[in-house]
Each structure stands twice: as structure tokens, then as C-alpha cells.
């Protein structure tokens, strides 16, 4: 194939995407009225939101415009859940209008949420978004289920919170308790450890006379971003694991993947534009940057790094630094990779870059957002 393209772009498989949603819907088989609910900060793609609704996916929604986005992408609100810590009334308003699970994150957030369903006229379903305190092992800044996290309610206050919804019956419909422990997570016995947290916590609200039917166990399967053949959890371990806490309860099951549906379907794809040594560092110099792709930078993230044009003859192997044009040292997309030194205008791929890289791409420097394209194969 001839790239024609004078920038970094994104390249997705849309049949990768298809594989990636039928192995949670051949995972959930047996689990009814269960919710494959599409994390859309992972990746807000209009294209690939179509893609997702048409294949049955709800979306999880953590702003009013991801909310109008995922409306025009004709997901069914009924198959939405609104998050957040900070949700704003206005958003809300428009989540009572259209019928979207909201989860209840805080004291003000059941303000709000009451508030808005008195505006937009309708009953709100909430979810009690709790913390199961549980280690998620992953970096702290996409650790999320722990006691000191900025989400979910305090657990102590669950009572208050009881209360509260019991004393707005005109307002709100309490139908589930939602967790969501963190991302990047490579075992399943975390997820274990939750689900059986989350389904003592629905016990105890159904002694209340709650007649609550969803458990919500967040997203945050992980991926395998370094190749190196580790046998990771996949869609079938994760509902594996939690299948018969559901059954006993006669719950139904909402999960809210984003990275796992998405990241394995995309590369950006960037140019070479020379080589350079400094003291000990070897770098090699692309056109895309941290403003294409800030994951390496921001969470020290290690994604797959791969020449695509042959190396000239005579390169050299040696220890890279891959680094953007950007004014700042921040600006790395890998470091101390083994490559052949390539030669100035040949390839260079980001892998799995499908999650969080072009829905966190900025204009830094006055760089142009990629553009995106996707590989599609016509059906025979
Ligand atoms: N549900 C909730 C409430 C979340 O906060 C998140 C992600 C998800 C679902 C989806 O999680 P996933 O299946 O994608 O792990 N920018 C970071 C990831 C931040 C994740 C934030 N929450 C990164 O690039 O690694």
C-alpha cells in the first residue's frame, strides 16, 4: 500500500473492532438483558460510534456532548449510563430527557440529579456509583475504585444516600449499583474481588425493599500493549469470573469497556524524519508527537513501537529513543527501543493506539489533529 498522506494519521481495522465486540457478546451469552456499554472517551470516532451501536453496543457517557454524540450515533439512551464526578445540571437535564442511566457519584451530584429530573419532568434510573476499595494495580492516574479516589459516594454514607433516594420517590428510580475500579488491569481476580463487594452491597439494599437489578462492574480490561505474547485476561475470563455472582442474584450484568473494544484496532502511522545523537541518547526523530498520541508521556505508557519500511541495508541495530518535534523533553513515544537505524522519510508505527490516543490528541505547538482513516473489507 502507498501511503500518500504528508502527516501523522490513525489507522483502524474495522473488522478488529467487529472481533473485538463479538468476543463480549459470545462472552455474555446466557447472561440476558446484560449491557456492553462503549466507554466513548476511549475513542469518540463517528464512524466507529456507528460501528459500535450497529453492533449492539450501549455507551458510557462522562460529558452532555459525548451524550449528544452518542445520540446521534443513535445509540439507545435506554442502553446509556451517565458518569462523573463533576456532572454538570445542564447535562443532566438532558440525560432525565432522554431516559440515560445516571450513576450517582456524590452528595451534590444527587442534588443535581434530583433537580434535573423536577426540570426535564421525568423519573431518573440512578445507580449508586461505590468504591469496592480495591487495589486495581495499575497506575495511579487511572486508578479509580480505591477509598481516596475522586469517585463514587462514600461508602459509610450509603445509608444517607438510601434515604435520600427513598425520599424523592417522584424523582428517582434507584435500579443497580455501578463500580468501576481503574484501567489498564491485566488479572481477572481483581475484578472478582469487586463483584463479590458489589454484590454484598446489593444484598444489603435489596433488604431495604430496593428492588434493584443491575450490577455495574466499569470497564478497564487491559491489553496486551508489549507483544511480548503474554497470555492476558480476555472478554470471556473477565465475565467468567464474575458469571455466577450475577446468576445468584439475577442481576443484570452492564459492563462499560472502552479500551479493550478499541485499542488493538489502530495504529499511528508517522514519518521519519532523521536521525540523531546526543551524549549517549540515540533518537530517532517523527513527525507525530505528544500531541498525536500523549500516552507515553503522560502515563509513562509503553505502546509497540515498529519500522514499516525496510531499514536500509546496512542500519545498524541500536538503542532509540522514538521522539516527536515537540519544544519540550516530554515528548517521547518510546523509549530505549532496539531498531534499525531507518532511513529519513521511511514509516514508523504506534500500535494499539485505538484507546485515549486520538480522543486526547491537542493542537500543541500548532499541530494539526490527525486525520483518521479506517481499512474496511467488503463482505462477499
Ligand atoms: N467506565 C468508567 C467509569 C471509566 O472511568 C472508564 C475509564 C471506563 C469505563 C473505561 O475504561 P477502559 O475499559 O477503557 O479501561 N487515558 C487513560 C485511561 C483513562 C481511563 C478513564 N476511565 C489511558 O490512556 O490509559
Redesign the pocket.
Known sequence: MQVVEKRPFYLYSKAQITRNVEAYKEALEGLDNSVIGY?I??NNNFLILNHLRSLGCGA?L?SGNELRLALKAGFDPTRCIF?GNGKLLEDLVLAAQEGVFVNIDSEFDLDNIVSAARIAGKKVNVLLRINPDVDPQV?P??A?GNKNSK?GIRNEKLQWFLDQVKSYPDELKLVGAHC?L????TKVDIFRDAAEIMVKFIDEIRAQGFDISYLNI?????IDYYHTGTVLPTPRDLIDTVRDLVKSRNLNLII??????IANTCCLVNRVTGVKTNGTKNFIVIDGSMAELI?PS??D?YQHIELVSPPPPDAAVSTFDVVGPVCESADFLGKNRELPAPARGSGLVVHDAG???MS?ASTYNLKMRPPEYWVCFLQS
Open positions: 466507554a472517551k476511549a458510557v462522562v458518569n497506575h492516574y487511572v479509580t469517585f468501576h481503574g484501567s489498564t488491569i466499569g470497564g478497564g480490561l487491559g462499560e469497556p472502552g479500551r479493550s473494544l500516552r503522560l502515563y505508557a484507546a485515549y490516543c486526547m
